[in-house]
C-alpha cells in the first residue's frame, strides 16, 4: 500500500479536498491540482468548453461510482 494515494489534499485550482492521485497541473507544470481539474484542464486544451467540461466529468462520475 502506497500511503502517498491516500493523502488528504486541498486542490488549489477548486479548492475541493480529494484523496487520490494528483494531476501535475499544465499550466505551471509544478502545482498538483485534484483528478478532475487535471481532466478539466486536458479537456481546455483540446478545446472543450467550460460547460461540457462539467457534463463529461459527470459522466466520468457516474462510471466510477
Ligand atoms: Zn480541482
Do not use: F, N, W
Not at 461540457?52 to 466510477?64: D, G, T
Amino acid at each position: 500500500m502506497k500511503s502517498e494515494t491516500l493523502r488528504i489534499r486541498i486542490c488549489p485550482r477548486c479548492g475541493a479536498r480529494y484523496g487520490r492521485q494528483p494531476a501535475l497541473s499544465r499550466t505551471d507544470g509544478i502545482t498538483l491540482i485534484c483528478p478532475d481539474c487535471g481532466t478539466r484542464e486536458a479537456l481546455e486544451s483540446i478545446g472543450v468548453g467550460t460547460e461540457e467540461q462539467e457534463q463529461i466529468l459527470e459522466a466520468i462520475h457516474r462510471s466510477q461510482q
